[in-house]
């Protein structure tokens, strides 16, 4: 991780939640330079765009997005139209257009060249949208609702298809590798299925092959994520812990335990696998040695629970 300035900084770490603000950290040394209001909502989920000039919170009924190399405080793309609340988004790697989910029982892909979002595409579901994960191919988004079902939706062709891993469990969260050979999703039941993945190259789509499910939690998962070199999964958990397992035989890596931590939400890697960061809900964020399971630094000055999290750095490149 490289040193952080606040200004046109390789790393990147914000952070939001419940308090209707989203605070940017120096990561290196805790110390918060910018906080921007975002006073209609809390955050339930934020991401930079691939070009880090923007950063995307979604919200109730909305979405914004703010520029990270000014200290504007208003948004600079700000889009209403949505009803109830924005749960997941995130971008295309080449930044043409940015993905969203949400309680409203949609995926949607909106086109980002104007600056007045227009929303291209609808993908409608039976239930609510707890979170999309975009296929390293880019051409395929799968998406995790509350009734418990993965919908795969090929972006090229238009085809869907379903998968349900668990009976009367919500789909929490969903991870595919960088490499594209594996995907995680986790359950409010707090089990983890893995499959392996197959084809997804140019015009072969992808193939799910059931590996394994195991149970990470007595309580909620609430994120799975896989290391930048697909060696390690992360699961934060409502335990008030987050658990870092081997990818290769699924064995625990880490435990993420601190005495104050609550229900632990969302996660970020460094680009370098070496460290992850973590946002829970007693208001703080904290780094963490993948390795020694030890607290590097703690984010401080949230108000109330910290929920989601965006963070990049230089090695993620």
């Known amino acids: 991780m490289s040193a952080a300035d606040g200004t046109g900084d390789p790393v990147i770490l914000a952070t939001a939640g419940y308090d209707h603000t989203i605070r940017f950290w120096q990561a290196h040394s805790g110390i918060c330079y910018r906080t921007v209001q975002h006073p209609d909502s809390q955050v339930n989920a934020l991401e930079i765009t691939p070009d880090k000039q923007l950063i995307a919170a979604a919200g109730y009924q909305h979405i914004r997005m703010y520029d990270l190399n000014s200290n504007n405080p208003k948004p600079v793309v700000n889009y209403d139209g949505i009803s109830k609340n924005v749960t997941a988004v995130g971008f295309h790697e080449e930044g043409k257009w940015m993905y969203t989910g949400g309680e409203d029982n949609s995926a949607r892909i909106w086109d980002l060249r104007s600056r007045n979002l227009q929303c291209q595409r609808i993908f409608q579901v039976n239930a609510p949208v707890n979170c999309i994960c975009l296929h390293p191919n880019q051409g395929e988004l799968f998406i995790g609702d509350q009734s418990g079902c993965i919908h795969k939706w090929d972006l090229k062709t238009d085809k869907n298809e379903h998968l349900i891993p668990e009976t009367d469990a919500s789909i929490q969260s969903i991870s595919i590798d960088p490499m594209g050979t594996m995907m995680a999703a986790v359950t409010n039941k707090g089990t983890c299925h893995i499959w392996t993945i197959t084809g997804g190259r140019r015009d072969d789509p992808t193939q799910l092959h059931q590996k394994a499910d195991f149970s990470v939690s007595k309580r909620y998962?609430?994120?799975?994520?896989?290391?930048?070199?697909?060696?390690?999964?992360?699961?934060?958990?409502?335990?008030?812990?987050?658990?870092?397992?081997?990818?290769?035989?699924?064995?625990?890596?880490?435990?993420?335990?601190?005495?104050s931590q609550r229900w632990v939400w969302d996660c970020a890697f460094s680009g370098d696998s070496q460290y992850i960061i973590t946002a829970s809900s007693d208001n703080m964020a904290r780094l963490w040695s993948v390795d020694s399971g030890e607290v590097k630094k703690e984010y401080s000055g949230h108000q109330k629970a910290v929920v989601c999290l965006a963070f990049r750095d230089e090695s993620i490149q």
């Open 221 to 259: 998962a609430l994120k799975c994520l896989f290391s930048p070199d697909s060696t390690l999964l992360a699961t934060t958990l409502a335990d008030n812990s987050a658990k870092i397992w081997k990818t290769a035989d699924l064995s625990l890596h880490t435990e993420l335990k601190d005495s």
